[in-house]
């Protein structure tokens, strides 16, 4: 063979060579880069972000909860997917085990304590009573406590569905959670007998966030109260005047009331910052997202900011206090049934109460874009968000 074609030959090999090992290097570091800091998320909350929690405690969700995305009931209160399980599809999470569902359970990438009716303060009466929920934040913190203490215990015995104990201090903690403690008895005892008792709330947020703490947690995320006041639930049940809704439809004076308690968490939070000094404790502005898909859907790709679309009884809200969604009874004497509309992904409201589906997204989606923190929260530098859908 001549002496120029050997020579060919070889940096022709060489060449294909060293494109292989660039393709090579090209993968690992793609890999590398879809790596998050965040190895798990334990969540603290009530219906926004349970993931079927409550109704694995007591089991009687029916159709057409999950109607979208899942195709039947999930344990989720919307038609398909709450907040949480976008943020944690963005972190490259997968979905967060209740932790109450004993069967089908992975508690590897963490563990979710929230449910449906859950308070922040300890409930007063029983669920079959009032229906709040008995897993109130101080008994999620309980549950959180012994959790630990479980994966301490187990995590030399092999192969199992628990993490390992050091990601405690590696996992992000999320709240969501004061919802219920603000509207549980607004109609009763009006905005100003609620405002005794906020100070409160925001007290046992920011005592949990300094426990989880002392436990190792170190990053932490409290997404603020959504502005109720938009909600059909409540433009139905809330008293008020004509000259108490605002152009786009929603309770003036009850929004108000939410941004006085959103700002006193705010400080509450900043104050906590302060005192724990080496974490990261994060105010979510998720009200600020909420309020305005409900005062502009248009602007989102969606229809229909106040209106619920599973509920009873037509009209501008399309809500009934005596039918929620996806139940049948006698009014009248006529046997209805709350049922859902064929087009969840054009509202905001599922129920009345919570958001579907598609307003959970474009809520997660903003967070996730880092526009809604305070302080400013470097997600980027943690992990590379991935898509979600």
């Known amino acids: 063979m001549k002496p120029l074609i050997r020579m060919s030959l070889w940096f022709y090999s060489m060449v294909i060579t060293w494109v292989f090992l660039a393709a090579i290097l090209f993968m690992v570091d793609t890999t590398e880069c879809k790596n998050c800091g965040f190895k798990a998320i334990f969540n603290f909350g009530d219906s926004n972000t349970d993931t079927g929690g409550f109704w ?16 039947k009931p999930v344990g989720r209160a919307t038609d398909g997917r709450v907040i949480l399980d976008f943020l944690a599809q963005g972190l490259g999470l997968p979905f967060l085990s209740p932790y109450l569902q004993s069967i089908g359970s992975d508690y590897r990438h963490g563990a979710n304590f929230a449910t449906l009716a859950s308070t922040v303060r300890l409930p007063q009466t029983s669920l079959f009573v009032t229906g709040v929920s008995p897993f109130s934040l101080e008994i999620q913190l309980r549950q959180m406590k012994e959790f630990k203490v479980k994966v301490d215990e187990h995590h030399h015995k092999g192969k199992t569905n628990l993490p390992s104990p050091d990601i405690f201090g590696k996992s992000l903690y999320t709240f969501y959670i004061g919802q219920n403690d603000f509207t549980g008895n607004l109609a009763r005892i009006g905005i100003s007998g609620v405002k005794e008792y906020l100070p409160r709330v925001v007290s046992q947020i920011a005592s949990t966030i300094k426990e989880i703490h002392a436990l190792g947690g170190r990053t932490f995320w409290v997404l603020n109260l959504a502005p109720i ?15 108490d809704i605002d152009q786009f439809g929603c ?10 308690y959103n700002n006193m968490l705010k400080a509450a939070l900043a104050k906590t910052r302060k005192e724990i ?12 997202v909420l309020l305005d898909l409900f005062q502009h859907p248009t602007s989102y790709g969606l229809k229909y900011g106040t209106k619920a679309c599973c509920g009873y ?10 039918l929620f969604c996806g139940n049948t009874k006698q009014i009248n004497g006529t046997k209805v049934t709350a049922k859902a509309c064929e087009d969840p992904q054009n509202y905001v409201s599922w129920d009345g109460i919570h958001a579907t589906d ?22 980027h530098h943690y992990c590379d968000i991935q898509p979600i859908g």
């Open 56 to 71: 694995a405690a007591f089991p009687a969700q029916g159709p057409p909860h999950g109607m979208t995305y899942f195709k």
């Open 229 to 243: 006041g938009c909600y059909p639930a409540f433009l139905v049940e809330l008293p008020h005047n004509t000259s």
């Open 251 to 260: 309770l003036i004076s009850y929004n108000n009331a939410v941004v006085d």
């Open 277 to 288: 000094g080496d974490a990261n404790v994060v105010y979510v502005d998720t009200h600020a």
């Open 313 to 322: 009884g037509g009209g501008a809200y399309n809500f009934n206090q005596q």
């Open 358 to 379: 598609a307003a959970n997204k474009l809520t997660a989606y903003s967070i996730l874009n880092g526009s809604y923190f305070d302080p400013p929260f470097p997600l």
